[in-house]
């Protein structure tokens, strides 16, 4: 079982920064890719940017060049750096680690930190 803790969400005004941090801990071994998600009440959760343990990334393009997600893989710890926030990057930002075990991969998922964008 991997456990997944975020930390760093809050309010900003519009074109401030805040940065997210998630760890994950417990059977953590074979993590595979971190990433970020997000959802505001009433819609889907969407991706925001993935990181594999190679670094490779992607990123919604609606936060291309404003946020920038990196890990450290001794720690399997992800960051999300995000810069020049909008009202509408408010939401529940989720973490989630997806762990390679037996042939599947399983994702686990954080509780969520909340990041809201006053305008």
């Known amino acids: 079982q991997v456990q997944v803790v975020e930390s760093g969400g809050g309010l900003v005004q519009a074109g401030g920064s805040l940065r997210l941090s998630c760890a994950a801990s417990?059977?953590?071994?074979?993590?595979?890719?971190m990433g970020w998600d997000r959802q505001v009440p009433g819609k889907q959760r969407e991706l925001v940017a993935r990181i594999t343990n190679g670094a490779s990334t992607n990123y919604a393009d609606s936060v291309k060049g404003r946020f920038t997600i990196s890990r450290d893989n001794a720690k399997n710890t992800v960051y999300l750096q995000m810069n020049t926030l909008k009202p509408e990057d408010t939401a529940v930002y989720y973490c989630?680690?997806?762990?390679?075990?037996?042939?599947?991969?399983?994702?686990?998922w954080g509780q969520g930190t909340q990041v809201t964008v006053s305008s």
């Open positions: 989630n680690a997806d762990q390679w075990s037996g042939g599947t991969t399983y994702r686990y």
């Open positions: 417990g059977s953590s071994f074979s993590i595979v890719t």
